[in-house]
C-alpha cells in the first residue's frame, strides 16, 4: 500500500474539508498510510480562509485570531473523530522560519516579486492566483495599495515552503493530495512534492451544479489537466449511448444553469416572462441573429500566468479585442445578419463578486461607434443568456462554456481555436484561418439546428459528470437547509451553545464505508491518472440508439418546460426560434409529455 500526505490547512470551509476528510478516511481503511497535515495557525498572516471571512491585512486582531480558531477547531474536530494520523505546519515549524521568510522577502518588490523561485518552485508566480482572480486583474502589474495586500499572501506561500519541505523529507510519500491544487499554498505544496518525486493529486468539488457537493473530481496536477485529460478520452466514447440516469443528471446541471441562483452560474436567470430579443435590440425580422459570447480574461491570465495552463502560441486572433474589431468589420458588409456582443457577467460586480475587472474598462471604452447591425449586451441589461438563445441563429464563443451549453440546446457555435476550449472541439465548427473562420459561421448558419448536436453534447456532459467523477453521497449531501423558522431559530441558538454541532452532525451521519471506496483504492494502487481510468464499464447499461433518442427527448421536455413552461402549440407565442425546433422534434412522433 502506498503513503499519503493530504495537506489540509483550510478546514474552516467544511464544504471543502469535510469531503476531503471522507476520502482521507477510506483510503486509510483500504490499508494505505495517511499523513494528515493541517494548519495550526501557522498562517494567520493570510490565507484564504482569513480572505473568506473578510479579514484583509489592516483588520483587527481579534478578528484573525477569531478564524483562525474556528478553523482550528474544524480541523482538530476531522481529526479525532476520523482518527486521521498526522499533525499540523505549526506543529513542525521552527523557530527560525519567520527569520528565513523575512530575509527572502527583504529585497520584492511588486517589479520583482514574480522572479522569486526557490528550489524551481517558482513561488512568486504561484502565490498570486487568486490574488488575481479576486482583483480581476489581466496584468501582474501591482500597485502600491494591491502589494501592501499580496504581500502577506507571498508571506505565507513562502513559510509553507520552507515547512512542507521538511515534511516531506521527513514522511517520504508516495502520494500528495491537496483541495484545489491552484490555490497558493496548496500550488506550493504540489510543486514541492513533484520535484522530490512525489505523485501529486488534487480533489475538487463535482462539475455538476445540480450536485456538485454530492462528488468529487480527483486526478492528478489540477482541475485543468484533469479536464484536458477527459477531453483527450472523449473520442473512445463517444459513439456509447447513455442510459436514462447519466442523462437525467446532465438536464439537472442544465437546469441549474437556466435557474441563475448558483453562485457559479453567472448570467441571470431565464426571465419567466418571453423577452422580444429582436425588439429589444432593434433587430429586422429577416436578420439572422450571432451572439458572440466573450470571456473573462482574468481567469485566463491567472492560469497561464502561475503556469497551470501554457498559452497558445498561435491563435487566429491574438485578444478577445482583435477578435470582436475583426467580427464587427466583417458583419458590417453582411446587412443580412445581427451581431450581438454577450459581455461576459464575471466581467462586472455580480452575486460572487464585488469587482469590476481590467477588460471591462476596456471593453466599454472600445465598444463605440459600432454598426447598425451590432449590439452589445451588457450585464446591466438583466438579460439572459438563454433569453439570447431563444432566439438565436448561432453562437460565436472564445473560450467560455456557452460552447458546450449551445450545444446541448441543438444550437450551432463556431469558435477560432482547439487550445482554448476546455471540452471537445467536434461539439463545436472551428475555423483556425480568416477565411476558414467566417466559412465556418456561413456553414454554421447553413446547418443551423440539429439533434444530433444535443446527443453529442449530452454524451460529453455525461462522460464529464457521471463517467468522471466519483460519488460521496452516501456520507455526505452538503450543507444542511432548515426551511422551518421555528427550526432554523433553534439551530441557530443551538449553534452558539455549541459552534460545531452540524459539523459534529455530519461526522455522525458519514457512513462506514465510501460507495466509492473500491474506485479511489484503484486510483492509487494503479497510479492512474483519474477514478475514469479504472473504473470498469462493463456493468453499465447502454442502451440502444433508438432508446437513447427516447431518453433524450424525455430531458429535452424537462429543459422545455424550465424555458418555456410548456410546449403546446407550433406557432409558440413569441417564444423564439430554439421553441420551435423543440417543438418540431418533439412532436415528430409522439409528443412528450411535461407533466
Known amino acids: 500500500m502506498a503513503k499519503i500526505i493530504f495537506f489540509s490547512p483550510h478546514s474552516l470551509i467544511w464544504v471543502h474539508a469535510f469531503p476531503e476528510a471522507i476520502?482521507?478516511?477510506?483510503l486509510m481503511k483500504s490499508g494505505h498510510d495517511i499523513v494528515y497535515i493541517t494548519c495550526g495557525e501557522s498562517l494567520n498572516s493570510a490565507c484564504i480562509c482569513l480572505s473568506m471571512m473578510g479579514v484583509q491585512s489592516g483588520s483587527l486582531e481579534v478578528q484573525r485570531v477569531q478564524v483562525c480558531h474556528q478553523c482550528s477547531s474544524r480541523a482538530d474536530l476531522i481529526r479525532g473523530q476520523m482518527k486521521l494520523p498526522g499533525y499540523s505546519l505549526s506543529s513542525a515549524a521552527k523557530t527560525q522560519d519567520d527569520e528565513e521568510v523575512t530575509a527572502i522577502m527583504r529585497d520584492l518588490t511588486p517589479a520583482n516579486f514574480s522572479e522569486l523561485v526557490l528550489e524551481n518552485v517558482p513561488i512568486g508566480r504561484i502565490a498570486i492566483y487568486e490574488f488575481l482572480l479576486k482583483r480581476k486583474k489581466m496584468n501582474?502589474?501591482?500597485?502600491?495599495?494591491e502589494w501592501r495586500e499580496f504581500y502577506p499572501i507571498l508571506k505565507s506561500a513562502?513559510?509553507?515552503?520552507l515547512i512542507v519541505k521538511r515534511i516531506l523529507d521527513k514522511e517520504k510519500p508516495d502520494y500528495a493530495i491537496s483541495y484545489n491544487s491552484l490555490y497558493s499554498v496548496n500550488a506550493v505544496f504540489t510543486y514541492l512534492a513533484r520535484q522530490k518525486g512525489v505523485i501529486p493529486y488534487f480533489m475538487h468539488a463535482g462539475l455538476n451544479l445540480s450536485d456538485s457537493l454530492q462528488q468529487l473530481i480527483i486526478g492528478r496536477d489540477s482541475t485543468l489537466s484533469y479536464i484536458k485529460g477527459i477531453v483527450s478520452r472523449w473520442p473512445e466514447i463517444k459513439s456509447m449511448s447513455c442510459?436514462?440516469?447519466?442523462?437525467?443528471?446532465?438536464?439537472?446541471?442544465?437546469l441549474e444553469l437556466l435557474h441563475g441562483k448558483n453562485v457559479f452560474a453567472y448570467s441571470a436567470p431565464k426571465s419567466k416572462f418571453n423577452i422580444d430579443v429582436r425588439k429589444h435590440f432593434g433587430v429586422f425580422p429577416d436578420q439572422k441573429i450571432l451572439v458572440a459570447t466573450l470571456s473573462s480574461y482574468d481567469e485566463q491570465f491567472a492560469v497561464e500566468f502561475v503556469g497551470a495552463m501554457l498559452k497558445p502560441e498561435k491563435l487566429l486572433f491574438k485578444t478577445q479585442a482583435d477578435w470582436v474589431q475583426v467580427l464587427v468589420?466583417?458583419?458590417?458588409?453582411?446587412?443580412?445578419?445581427?451581431?450581438i456582443i454577450r459581455v461576459h457577467p464575471r466581467e462586472f460586480p455580480n452575486k460572487r463578486e464585488s469587482v469590476k475587472s481590467q477588460h471591462a474598462e476596456i471593453m466599454q471604452k472600445m465598444f463605440v461607434g459600432l454598426?447598425?447591425?451590432?449590439r452589445v449586451n451588457w450585464p446591466e441589461d438583466g438579460l439572459s443568456l438563454y433569453d439570447l438563445a431563444c432566439e438565436a441563429d448561432a453562437f460565436l464563443n472564445a473560450w467560455s462554456s456557452v460552447g458546450q451549453e449551445m450545444s446541448l440546446l441543438g444550437l450551432p457555435v463556431v469558435i477560432y481555436s482547439k487550445e482554448l476550449v476546455l471540452y471537445p472541439v467536434d461539439l463545436n465548427y472551428l475555423g483556425e484561418t480568416e477565411s476558414q473562420y467566417f466559412d465556418q459561421i456561413e456553414q454554421a448558419l447553413k446547418d443551423g439546428w440539429s439533434f444530433e448536436r444535443v446527443r453529442k453534447a449530452y454524451r460529453w456532459y455525461a462522460m464529464m459528470f457521471g463517467r468522471s467523477q466519483i460519488s460521496i453521497e452516501n456520507s455526505y449531501t452538503g450543507p444542511a437547509t432548515y426551511k422551518n423558522k421555528i427550526l432554523l431559530k433553534f439551530i441557530n441558538g443551538l449553534r452558539r451553545l455549541y459552534p460545531l454541532v452540524l459539523e459534529w452532525n455530519d461526522c455522525q451521519k458519514r457512513s462506514v464505508s465510501l460507495e466509492c471506496a473500491e474506485v479511489l483504492n484503484k486510483v492509487f494502487i494503479k497510479r492512474a491518472d483519474r477514478p475514469f481510468d479504472v473504473v470498469d464499464r462493463g456493468d453499465e447499461i447502454v442502451p440502444s440508439l433508438e432508446q437513447e433518442t427516447e431518453y433524450i427527448k424525455i430531458e429535452m421536455a424537462r429543459i422545455a418546460k424550465a424555458l418555456w413552461g410548456d410546449i403546446e402549440k407550433e406557432e409558440g407565442g413569441g417564444r423564439g426560434k430554439l421553441?420551435?425546433?423543440?417543438?418540431k422534434f418533439l412532436s415528430e412522433e409522439k409528443r412528450t409529455t411535461l407533466s
Do not use: C, M
Open 23 to 26: 476520502v482521507a478516511e477510506s
Open 329 to 339: 468589420e466583417w458583419i458590417k458588409r453582411k446587412p443580412e445578419y445581427f451581431l
Open 579 to 583: 421553441y420551435q425546433h423543440f417543438y
Open 243 to 254: 442510459n436514462e440516469s447519466l442523462l437525467s443528471e446532465v438536464t439537472g446541471h442544465f
Open 158 to 161: 513562502i513559510k509553507v515552503f
Open 140 to 145: 501582474a502589474d501591482l500597485s502600491e495599495g
Open 371 to 374: 454598426p447598425e447591425n451590432v
